[in-house]
T-cell receptor, first 112, second 113 residues
Framework: KNQVEQSPQSLIILEGKNCTLQ??????????LRWYKQDTGRGPVSLTI?????NTKSNGRYTATLDADTKQSSLHITASQLSDSASYIC???????????FGTGTRLQVFP | DVKVTQSSRYLVKRTGEKVFLECVQD?????MFWYRQDPGLGLRLIYF???????EKGDIPEGYSVSREKKERFSLILESASTNQTSMYLC????????????FGPGTRLTVL
């Protein structure tokens, strides 16, 4: 069964600290993986997309990694800011389909 | 900027009522999607559409129907609302290719009493 699992479920960090969110998937065949950020009361917004051949991609303070062999991805946030408080959702697309498999998200809270 | 708008941010309905949720996108996207989001369950696909008047069932279509009469508009219909349909409903749209991002609307939080 195609699944996407994220850990931790929730995370609390202090402003300025770094953190790493994890995503494991069993989707096969694999096409791409996106990390979305969802602010409270808003729809998800894409942060980055990873394809099979990509290992690392950065978007400002966000760095995503992908290990297609172990089917794992991580999202590293550097020097966290209060505005990083949100849910981060890992989403995987299988090959030859428009349907996405969503993780349940990691809720990040950044405190001053 | 892609814009996906939803007709209501918050909606309160009574059991048995017919409910319409409207979604409009302004980027001429072919694909449109309706999801519901519940705590601990993530986003689940209700219905999607590849083109005008086309619709495909997602993972949880029971109790819902959809309508796509124009390319930019995709409506979700709850024929007879029930309390277990209380949820956040998210609409999304995307272009044709597999790498295309799905752009989400702000969501409608529906409460069925």
């Amino acid at each position: 069964k195609n699944q996407v699992e994220q850990s931790p479920q929730s995370l609390i960090i202090l402003e300025g600290k770094n953190c790493t969110l994890q995503c494991n998937y069993t989707v096969s065949p694999f096409s791409n993986l996106r990390w979305y950020k969802q602010d409270t009361g808003r729809g998800p917004v894409s942060l980055t997309i990873m394809t099979f051949s990509e290992n690392t991609k950065s978007n400002g303070r966000y760095t995503a990694t992908l290990d297609a062999d172990t089917k794992q991805s991580s999202l590293h946030i550097t020097a966290s800011q209060l505005s990083d408080s949100a849910s981060y959702i890992c989403v995987v697309r299988g090959d030859n389909t428009d349907k996405l498999i969503f993780g349940t998200g990691t809720r990040l809270q950044v405190f001053p | 900027d892609v814009k996906v708008t939803q007709s209501s941010r918050y909606l309160v309905k009574r059991t048995g009522e017919k409910v319409f949720l409207e979604c409009v996108q302004d980027m001429d996207h072919e694909n449109m999607f309706w999801y519901r989001q519940d705590p601990g369950l993530g986003l689940r696909l209700i219905y999607f559409s590849y083109d005008v008047k086309m619709k495909e069932k997602g993972d949880i279509p029971e109790g819902y129907s959809v309508s796509r009469e124009k390319k930019e508009r995709f409506s979700l219909i709850l024929e007879s609302a029930s309390t277990n349909q209380t949820s956040m409903y998210l609409c999304a749209s995307s272009g044709t290719y597999s790498y295309n991002e799905q752009f989400f609307g702000p969501g409608t939080r529906l409460t069925v009493l």
